[in-house]
């Protein structure tokens, strides 16, 4: 989506104001396209500034909407109003309050700051750290991004930045300038309908979040791979004669030759719809890896390391912005998550790792006493079952993590909106057996059933983690970057010189399907309940690829780099 800063004052603005907010949204800018005039207003109390405006945004006096909403809601402006259902980001006001929402599954960040004279909230946390002209690191993001390559649960790089929750706002009542959080609860409550009756309602409520979705004035493409997402929004679409329908995939051109691969299946896929379909190739961009590296530090604002899928230099996504696109219709989804039979499943499928799980991680841990801790609300809840809570946490955790992370990359060339994360959906997938949301058995039938048959991807298209960490030209990278930050505020030298000794190279050419190693073929051949088990009782520690800490170090001193300027 474009990317909003949206500020409320108690004492007014300057006639600086609207010159600073242009400085902000420059900053914000990709330095690889040419953005849509930045739209930008400075009122008496409430002044906003929103990067590569697209044709969905919705403004009415200084109430603004960016993303879609799934029905109609004429009353979308007005602060204490419903909380509509859509993927957006939602700023309300009038003369009593200002408003912020998120929708119900957060797809898209919202960051506040809150103090005597502001209120400021924003998209982009490194808009709100520029527009206040200061930076104070918050150090619990250091054992998170260290350990899952996020910034974990709730956190900014700026510790007097707020994220707020998934299906929540932010009420700030101006006469007293206090604000108030309201969230809703996720609680799962299982029905007593029958297996046949909630499929059909499942298919009822779909249907009624994609007629609900107004597209005809938008120009935007379906992102296809070869899994069950993407593919069972392309079968919805064209049940609910949706058109004209495009698709596009992405990654490395080899990919297109192997017949497992996401990008060959989601080509054969849109022939045999007979919907219009583009393949981007994601093989390192001719840049400089430096220029590739800062643009992929700026767009993601350092949330999450995957940078396998953007080593085009963003040009995929480049390419669509100059094609006058403003939407694209992502898959994400919480119809369930894999089986789990302990508190150690339910955190390894959901990404959630901890210093001491890794022997690598002692001495760090030990020198320097992080705090790593699951928050309370994240916690098992008493009268919850295991795939309750983990289903809980994909909504809480994942999704706030790591896939809205991965959307904050694209947002500033294109919006995106998520359909299959509608409230509407979400209500009546909390009602689901956890026998059906286990393994997305019910959205999974549901998906199959629908014609033409065509086999499922079982690798992705893109280079993984340890392909392009380990290639020559991004080791080298790796080295300079350490070096130039061997004297550092956070690690002692030595600790920094052991991790450059350590750095492994391939000269092998970006892969992406991993082999097998012993660990995997042991998950494979063993009972899930017995392998989980012996993981349980017998706690060993493992060792993070020194590569990939590495990265994930280069980039937390990237940020302190870019802010201490």
Known sequence: MSKIIWICSKKGFSESTEEKLKTVINFITPDNITPNQPQIKVDHQIAYGILNPKSNIRYHGNSVCLGVLF??????HQPLNEFPDGSFALFRDDETYAEIISDVAGSRT????????????????????HYLESFEFNHDVIPWILTTGTLGPDFSWDKRIQKLPPDSSIV??????????????????????????????????????????????FRWVLPLSGGYDSRGI??????????????????LKESLNDHESDSYIAKNLASKLNVE??????????????????????????????????????????TLHENKIDIIIRGDENFGWHNV???????????????????????????????????????????????????RLYHEYRLQCMI?????????????????????????????PDKIRTGKVLWKKIVKEYLPKVPFASKEAISGMESFTKSEIFVNFITKRLKENTDNPIFDKDFINELHKNLKY????????????????????????????????????????????AFRIVILFSILNLFKK
């Open 71 to 76: 029905g109609d809601y004429t009353n979308w």
């Open 110 to 129: 919202v960051w506040y700051y809150h103090d005597d004279d502001l209120l400021i909230a924003a998209t982009s946390q490194f808009a709100i750290i």
């Open 172 to 217: 700030l009542e101006k006469s007293l300038w206090k604000i108030q959080i309201k969230s809703f609860p996720i609680v799962y409550q299982t029905t007593n309908k029958s297996a046949e009756n909630i499929e059909k309602q499942l298919q009822e409520n779909l249907d009624q979040t994609f007629l609900g979705m107004d597209l005809s004035y």
């Open 234 to 251: 392309l079968h919805i679409l064209k049940k609910n004669k949706v058109n004209p329908i495009k698709t596009i995939t992405w990654g």
């Open 277 to 318: 379909h583009d393949f981007f190739s994601t093989s390192f961009s001719n840049e400089p890896v430096d220029l590739i590296f800062e643009r992929f530090l700026r767009n993601g604002e350092g949330r999450i390391d995957h940078f396998g899928g953007y080593l085009d230099g963003f040009k995929i996504w480049k």
């Open 341 to 391: 039979y302990s508190k150690s499943d339910v955190f390894t499928s959901l990404g959630i790792k901890f210093f001491p799980e890794f022997k690598n991680f002692n001495k760090i841990e030990k020198d320097l006493k992080f705090n790593q801790t699951l928050p309370t609300y994240l916690q098992k809840k008493q009268n919850e079952s295991l795939a309750q809570w983990r289903d």
């Open 404 to 432: 809205s992370a991965l959307g904050d990359l694209k947002l500033a060339y294109v919006e995106q909106i998520s359909p299959l994360l509608s409230k509407n959906v979400f209500q009546q997938v909390k009602s689901h």
């Open 506 to 549: 391939s000269n092998t050419e970006l892969y992406y399907s991993k082999n097998y190693n012993l660990k995997d073929l042991i998950k494979k051949i063993m009972p899930n309940k017995f392998y989980s088990f012996l993981k349980e009782k017998n706690s060993v520690q493992k060792k993070m690829d020194n590569n990939i800490l």
